[in-house]
């Protein structure tokens, strides 16, 4: 009986303790489901958070606060504890959580004159300056305008020519930055002179004689310029490809020692004749041949653009609106160079504005003379005075080179419309200028032509109270036949020369891909047309492949045909040609098609082929800005050259001092 108490016993304790057992492990699962007894992760300490910015320009310093400018924007950073002096400074800082905590700053700079900056094959810049020679730029490289509130710009912003900017160096003799620092009047501008008849940049052989001593300098990597040689009067520098001028620098300054001195180039041609050219000129080797730049006083320039770009016979107030808008276009491509790469603001060719093409004369020096300094203004900033030969009686803006409205007005601050250049019309805007900006019949009517329609009804019929309805290329008509070969040739020509602008049709859209292929003509059609009439899409549908081709200029040159003839005048009179190129865009098209019906010059519902088409146009040139012989007749009216240029562009007219 006791042996049976105490196992009873013993078997009540194991079964207390395997319950208490559970109940501990039911209890702990619970707590930990709960998180209590969970190990909590040890907190780890924040990691810093590290900002590089390179090459920033330093704007202030308070001792305190950094204020900098970089990637187009200004802020301000707290120095915490660490100790800078000064600003106006190029630096590379670090901040750590949003505090300074490093901070190199860019000590050496030097300034001298621009000469030009070409690009590299790497995406860097080779800087060229007069006296210190090439200097290579990094790769984050960083340009600052310090003209009134410093600001970021870009390197096509450094004025060629002029020492405005400084250069910011690192230890290994790069530039880190430059800093455009100040921007005074300009008086020198450097023309590209090219080869024969404007054929290309890059000369083989530099010839020329100057009618007083001529002194040759070169660069010598010490921050002077060191003569080399001197001419005497007459004699002749002739450079070829093993010239020892060239053995320490790759560029020879010709500097006359006489003001008035004037240099003949031997080496080309213009207009058949040796050109004469006053100013100084630089030689510069490279590995493609010599270029040859003029440098000289923007007012000598203008006496031997404005003969080459209108007839010195122009009445005398004409060639002064022709010389003001040639000197505004020149400056401000000085301001911001055409040919950065060749150490140029323009070249000779009408590319820029024609220079020295046509002698220098007495009529076109007095209007240069007569304006000297002035030039239109839109903004307080020089702008681009676009000017063409003959207008169809309308004018046109920006939009004929594809720019949409938007672009145009940001472009050009909306100093350039389309205007109806007509008798009337400048009547009113002499009686009413401030109606001039806001003439909405005017805009109504240059918009309505832009409708196939009323535009072929305007440009069939000439009108009496155009100012140019008796010029030569105020209507023309042309006809030729279509020549499938040469039309598909003159596509690859413009893809080559203006990519982008004559697309491949594909599906319902179009791509940018090299014409190939044509076929059989089955359309040519005006797809659109902007304000003033002018056409800026042209569909060539072929069996093979249609083409879309954009842009009034490329337009003009893919459909000049085989026949070189074409008729002038408001009567189709008068017997002219043309040179590869329709005189304006200003057109209608009119196919001939043979259908199995016979030849017609209405499309076929079916299997259609163009072999011939008529264009009736009018005009010669873009369009955009000053029609030059609507000057003309401007100033036979009476008007002067200042009311003349108002009429063609919404700007101020000021001297440049002003």
């Known amino acids: 009986m006791h042996a049976n108490k105490h196992t009873y016993a013993k078997r009540q304790l194991v079964l207390l303790v395997v319950s208490l057992a559970v109940l501990i492990v039911v209890l702990v699962s619970v707590i930990r489901h709960k998180g ?10 924040p990691k810093p958070v590290i900002e590089e910015i390179s090459k920033c320009y330093i704007t202030e310093n308070d001792g305190e606060t950094l204020t900098i400018l970089s990637g187009d924007a200004s802020r301000s950073v707290p120095l915490g504890g660490y100790t800078l002096s000064g600003s106006g400074q190029i630096a590379d800082i670090t901040l750590t959580d949003g505090t300074v905590s490093g901070v190199t700053v860019y000590e050496q700079k030097l300034n001298d004159k621009l000469i030009s900056v070409k690009t590299q094959a790497d995406g860097t810049y080779a800087i060229e300056l007069e006296k210190l020679g090439v200097k290579q730029t990094t790769g984050d490289m960083q340009c600052y305008s310090l003209l009134g509130t410093p600001t970021v710009c870009q390197i096509s912003d450094l004025t060629i020519g002029y020492a405005f900017s400084d250069f910011v160096l690192n230890e290994t003799g790069k530039i880190v930055a430059a800093l455009l620092v100040k921007q005074e009047e300009m008086e020198q501008i450097r023309v590209l002179l090219k080869t024969d008849d404007f054929a290309g940049a890059m000369h083989e052989t530099v010839s020329l004689h100057c009618d007083t001593a001529m002194d040759l300098l070169t660069e010598d990597g010490t921050g002077e310029l060191k003569g080399v040689q001197t001419l005497e009067p007459g004699e002749t520098l002739q450079i070829a490809a093993d010239s020892t001028l060239f053995e320490t620098a790759n560029r020879i300054y010709a500097r006359p020692q006489a003001l ?41 320039y203008l006496r031997f653009v404005v003969p080459s770009e209108m007839p010195a016979s122009y009445p005398a107030e004409a060639l002064k609106a022709q010389a ?27 590319a820029f504005q024609v220079y020295n093409n046509i002698a220098e004369a007495s009529e076109t020096s007095e209007a240069v003379y007569e304006t000297k300094g ?14 063409y030969s003959t207008s169809c009686g309308y004018g046109t803006d920006l939009t004929a080179w594809n720019l949409t409205y938007g672009d145009e007005m940001a472009a050009t601050g909306g100093y350039l419309r389309a205007r109806n250049i007509a008798k009337g019309q400048m009547l009113s805007d002499t009686q009413n200028p401030d109606a001039h900006s806001s003439d909405a019949q005017e805009s109504a009517e240059g918009s309505k032509l832009a409708e196939e329609d009323s ?3 305007f440009i069939k019929t000439a009108d009496a109270d155009s100012f140019e309805q008796e010029d030569t290329y105020y209507r023309w008509r042309y006809d030729t036949a279509l020549d499938t070969e ?32 044509l076929g059989m003509v089955t359309g040519l059609t005006a797809v659109k047309r902007t304000t003033g009439g002018v056409m800026t899409e042209l569909l060539i549908e072929g069996t093979k492949d249609s083409y879309l081709v954009c842009g009034e200029q490329n337009i003009r040159y893919v459909l000049a045909g085989e026949n070189t003839k074409i008729a002038l005048g408001a009567d189709y009179g008068k017997d002219g040609s043309i040179n590869g190129m329709l005189p304006s865009s200003f057109f209608v098209i009119e196919p001939v098609y043979e259908t199995d019906d016979g030849i017609s010059t209405e499309k076929a519902k079916e299997a259609p082929v163009v072999i011939s088409y008529t264009l009736y146009g009018g005009g010669f040139g873009h369009g955009i800005g000053m029609s030059q012989n ?3 007749r401007m100033a036979q009216a009476g008007y002067d050259y200042k009311q003349i240029l108002q009429f063609f562009y919404e700007c101020s007219i000021e001297g440049v001092n002003e």
């Open 324 to 350: 003001v808008c040639a000197r505004t276009y020149a400056y401000m491509h000085m301001l911001h160079a055409g040919l950065q790469n060749y150490g140029a603001h323009v070249d000779d060719s009408a």
């Open 630 to 632: 609507a000057a003309r």
């Open 36 to 45: 209590g007894l969970e190990p909590q992760p040890v907190p780890e300490e």
């Open 486 to 517: 040469l039309l598909l040739a003159n596509l690859q020509v413009r893809y080559e020369k203006s990519p982008g602008n004559i697309r491949r049709k594909k599906g319902n859209g179009y791509v940018d891909e090299k014409p190939e292929k």
């Open 455 to 457: 535009f072929a009804t």
């Open 374 to 387: 002035q030039m239109l203004l839109s903004g307080g900033t020089p702008v681009t005075a676009y000017f």
């Open 260 to 300: 008035s001195a004037k240099t003949t180039v031997d080496s080309i041609l213009r207009n058949g004749k040796t050109p004469v050219y006053p100013g100084n000129f630089e030689i510069e080797k490279t590995g493609e041949g010599f270029l040859l730049v003029n440098e000289l006083a923007l007012e000598d």
